[in-house]
Nanobody
Framework: VQLQASGGGPVQAGDSLRLSCRFS????????MAWFRQAQGKEREHVGT?????ESTYYVHYPFDISRDNAKNTVALQMNSLTPEDTAVYYC??????????????????WGQGTQVTVSS
C-alpha cells in the first residue's frame, strides 16, 4: 500500500484548505483512513478517521471534515476557519483493521509522506 498526500501550502487565518490523499496497492474500501498532524516539536495528533465504507467518521477535529471517494481511491480533509495553531505537517494513514476507527498512530499500518500546512495570522 502506498499513500500520497497533497494540497498543503501557506494560507491566511480564516482561510479554508482541502487536503487529498491518494491510495494505491490494495483494495481501498478495506481500509479505515485517517488524518493526523504534527506540529514542530510536538507529538503526532489524530485529526479524524473515516470508515472503509465512508459511512462513519470519528473524532473529526472541528471545523474540519473528512470524506472519501472509494471509486477514486482518495480521502480528503476539508479544513475550514484555519488558525495559526493548525500549522503542522498533515499525514494520511491507512488501517487494515477495518471499522476499528483507531485514533492512535499505532492503529495505522501505512502512512503518506506528509504535506505542510502553514497558517499565518
Amino acid at each position: 500500500v502506498q499513500l500520497q498526500a497533497s494540497g498543503g501550502g501557506p494560507v491566511q487565518a480564516g482561510d479554508s484548505l482541502r487536503l487529498s490523499c491518494r491510495f494505491s496497492g490494495g483494495t481501498f474500501s478495506n481500509y479505515d483512513m485517517a488524518w493526523f498532524r504534527q506540529a514542530q516539536g510536538k507529538e503526532r495528533e489524530h485529526v479524524g478517521t473515516i470508515s472503509g465504507n465512508g459511512e462513519s467518521t470519528y473524532y473529526v477535529h472541528y471545523p474540519f471534515d473528512i470524506s472519501r471517494d472509494n471509486a477514486k481511491n482518495t480521502v480528503a480533509l476539508q479544513m475550514n476557519s484555519l488558525t495559526p495553531e493548525d500549522t503542522a505537517v498533515y499525514y494520511c494513514a491507512a488501517s487494515g483493521r477495518i471499522y476499528r476507527m483507531g485514533t492512535t498512530t499505532a492503529d495505522y499500518d501505512y502512512w503518506g509522506q506528509g504535506t505542510q500546512v502553514t497558517v499565518s495570522s
